[in-house]
């Protein structure tokens, strides 16, 4: 039962690189969100989709973009990386959003941005 | 600007002490208020959570008590064990999809 699964789980990129971070799930869940966790900041929602098709802006959303390619994946694109954007990038998933949405997490990609 | 406040950042207990993390929100659209914990090296996993139309809610030597009044609310651990040494999270969230969790603290249980 494989859950959310990220890839990659560790990155290395130049300023101005480009990149996109993977996740998918096999949970049939409707929603999709990319956090990003920062020591004393927890964690801030970049982007998140509430169903296939949709997608919308969450706290901290400048400098990225994302698609929701079906309905088991989302990923998280990087068009030109800044060494503020290095980070544990986590995605989840959760059946429903909102009251009573439980999130499941996946294992975290770390991006350092040189 | 931080919509969930979590305090304190880090907290150290003996084993079998009791541990206590507080939340405090302002928005009073908020409906659902989950705690999460994380371990090194993975996500967070949800531990327990309440709606704010109960002030307390037990899960085994997990509790969350909720003061809707003052837009409070805290996660307490009793008997605490080294296994508890986690970073926990708390969140709030409302129907419009969006989760906003709390700075995060980071428990050490010394045994």
């Known amino acids: 039962n494989a859950g959310v699964t990220q890839t990659p789980k560790f990155q290395v990129l130049k300023t101005g690189q480009s990149m996109t971070l993977q996740c998918a799930q096999d949970m049939n869940h409707n929603s999709m969100y990319w956090y990003r966790q920062d020591p004393g900041m927890g964690l801030r929602l970049i982007y998140y989709?509430?169903?296939?098709?949709?997608?919308d802006k969450g706290e901290v959303p400048n400098g990225y973009n994302v698609s929701r390619l079906n309905k088991r994946e989302f990923s998280l694109r990087l068009e030109s990386a800044a060494p503020s954007q290095t980070s544990v990038y986590f995605c989840?998933?959760?059946?429903?959003?909102?009251?009573?949405?439980?999130?499941?997490f996946g294992e975290g990609s770390r991006l350092t941005v040189l | 600007q931080q919509q969930v406040k979590q305090s304190p950042q880090s907290l150290i207990v003996q084993k079998g002490g009791i541990s206590i993390i507080n939340c405090a929100y302002e928005n009073t659209a908020f409906d659902y208020f989950p705690w999460y914990q994380q371990f090194p090296g993975k996500g967070p996993a949800l531990l327990i959570a309440i709606r704010p139309d109960v002030s307390e809610k037990k899960e085994g030597r997990f509790t969350i008590s909720f003061n809707k009044s003052a837009k409070q609310f805290s996660l307490h651990i009793m008997d605490s064990q080294p296994g508890d040494s986690a970073t926990y999270f708390c969140a709030a969230s409302n129907t419009g999809n969006q989760f906003y969790f709390g700075t995060g603290t980071s428990l050490t249980v010394i045994p």
């Open positions: 989709s509430a169903s296939e098709g949709t997608t």
């Open positions: 989840a998933s959760s059946l429903t959003g909102g009251w009573g949405g439980e999130l499941f």
